[in-house]
């Protein structure tokens, strides 16, 4: 691995499933992000984590869950799907919170019907 | 909260040149830069501190005036492989960043 990558590509969900995106980086990066992106929203934050075992609240938490239980992994779990939770979902890594270049990995497609 | 960009997109002949502007109504200590080709992830551009300093890769230049929490993104003489979304960043909670909704450029030949 190479960077920070992102599992799945693409996915299409029903509605009130649960379902985990998975986000792993190895540049052993302290801080790590979620976005979601939306036509005409750009890209909003959903939750962070400046380190392992910390995580925070973003702009749009609602509906979203995360862990960090070690440096690499930050997964992003909706608990139940809804369909305003379609988006591009982009995950972010920097080496630390503070004032640093973030590098996103490729982003997952989520659709839920 | 987001901060706030314009103009929300601009269409540009190459050799052209062009300005993004970036506002926010909150005080800033940084304004961070990132470009996105279409299907593409977000890409770092450069950070500009409070107090002058600038962090960055690519020969773009930005400025940013504290007082009036601006930021602008100026690009000279435009190729094509300028065009993109360009999106600035301000801090929020811990550091993590408010993006703006983004400026769409469109270099043509």
């Known amino acids: 691995i190479a960077g920070i990558t992102q599992a799945p590509t693409s996915q299409i969900l029903a509605a009130g499933r649960r379902m985990t995106l998975r986000c792993t980086q190895d540049m052993r990066h302290n801080a790590m992000y979620w976005y979601r992106q939306d036509l005409g929203l750009g890209l909003r934050l959903i939750h962070y984590s400046n380190t392992a075992g910390t995580t925070g609240k973003g702009e749009v938490p609602d509906g979203y869950s995360v862990s960090r239980a070690n440096t690499d992994d930050f997964p992003l779990t909706l608990a139940s799907a809804v369909p305003s939770q379609t988006s591009v979902y982009f995950c972010a890594s920097s080496e630390t919170s503070e004032r640093n270049e973030q590098f996103f990995g490729p982003g997952t497609r989520l659709t839920v019907l | 909260q987001q901060p706030v960009q314009s103009p929300q997109a601009v269409i540009l002949r190459e050799g052209e040149d062009a300005v993004i502007n970036c506002s926010s109504s909150k005080a800033l200590y940084s304004v961070h830069w990132y470009r996105q080709k279409h299907g593409e992830a977000p890409v770092f551009l450069m950070i500009l501190l409070k107090g002058g300093e600038q962090k960055g890769h690519e020969k773009i230049s930005a400025s940013f005036n504290e007082k009036k929490q601006q930021s602008s993104l100026y690009l000279t003489a435009s190729q094509l492989s300028y065009s993109g979304t360009y999106f600035c960043?301000?801090?929020?909670?811990?550091?993590?960043?408010?993006f703006g909704k983004g400026t769409s450029l469109l270099v043509t030949p």
């Open positions: 960043g301000t801090e929020g909670t811990g550091y993590a960043l408010n």
